[in-house]
Nanobody, 121 residues
């Protein structure tokens, strides 16, 4: 069974940086799109960034120029480098896999456990 484990969240002052990591483990042949979502108190979950298997990326307008998503296919890991953090970035961040292939098996829509990012003013 494929599992996702997130790390890297924490408390940081405005203007600071954090790097989030999400590693998938289990029997994995390939993963298509990996991404990061976030949910702030009282708000709906929103896409922050995603990255395709060959490196194409998408970013929310609110994080363009500040966040960078990357992946290491050999390690089945996706990263989110967050710089110039703002208080409005405070949220629980969740990693997501669209589709993971394990031989003949395809699994859809896997989520990490979430990691808290708090940015103080």
């Amino acid at each position: 069974q494929v599992q996702l484990v997130e790390s890297g969240g924490g408390l940081v002052q405005a203007g600071g940086s954090l790097r989030l990591s999400c590693a998938a483990s289990g029997s994995i042949s390939s993963i298509n799109v990996m991404g990061w979502y976030r949910q702030a108190p009282g708000k709906q979950r929103e896409l922050v960034a995603d990255i395709g298997s060959r490196g194409s990326t998408n970013y929310a307008d609110s994080v363009k120029g500040r966040f960078t998503i990357s992946r290491d296919n050999a390690k089945n890991t996706v990263y989110l480098q967050m710089s110039s953090l703002k208080p409005e970035d405070t949220a629980v961040y969740y990693c997501h896999i669209d589709r993971v292939y394990s031989g003949a098996l395809v699994t859809y829509g896997l989520w990490g456990q979430g990691t808290q990012v708090t940015v103080s003013s």
